[in-house]
């Protein structure tokens, strides 16, 4: 199965989480090389960052993660990784990713927004036990994505605000 790597995101020190685009299923998953998360070596190896192409093989291990993560989890055999193409891909027709129109119904109107600051809804998250995909595309119209940096006793952020219409302000993460 080839993946659009879409996103790399160190969990903790040299641990990191991968996802991207099933160009064959259509969906987007988490590969899990042995069922674990990737290392820093792993994606070396392999060259995976936001934009290429590898193709994976899903193993019939069993997945211990919980919902909503586990809908896109899948554990594959980390021997059998192949790199594909450095990207990027033609995103348009039809493989393109399916979009929602905003965050809320992109999570089925399941996404639970705690806090509010400076007039954005932050912390928003899907709760654990939920049987609703825990990643998924917005279409995001020109000029309603600001990205911002922050400083937080010494530890800085980036995040994004998304104004949609639908929906009002938005803060979608923070990094």
Request: charge should be positive; charged fraction near 15%; include cysteine.
């Amino acid at each position: 199965m080839k993946i659009l790597i879409t996103d790399v995101t160190e969990m903790h020190q040299g641990n990191f989480c991968v996802a991207g685009w099933s160009l064959t299923n259509q969906a987007m998953v988490r590969p899990l090389p042995n069922g674990s998360n990737w290392t820093a070596p792993l994606l070396t190896a392999y060259k995976v960052m936001p934009a290429v192409t590898i193709e994976i093989h899903a193993t019939n291990a069993t997945i211990s993660g919980t919902y909503p993560h586990k809908t896109e989890d899948m554990p594959i055999d980390a021997s059998k990784i192949t790199f594909v193409s450095p990207g990027p891909i033609n995103w348009w027709g039809t493989t393109a990713p399916v979009t929602a129109s905003t965050i809320s119904d992109a999570f089925g109107g399941k996404l639970i927004s705690p806090n509010q600051w400076e007039g954005a809804y932050t912390g928003n998250y899907v709760a654990e036990g939920t049987h609703i995909r825990s990643l998924a595309a917005v279409k995001v119209l020109t000029g309603r994505l600001e990205f911002y940096e922050r400083d937080y006793k010494g530890t800085k952020s980036l995040g994004a605000y998304l104004n949609n219409r639908w929906s009002g302000l938005l803060c979608v993460r923070h990094l």
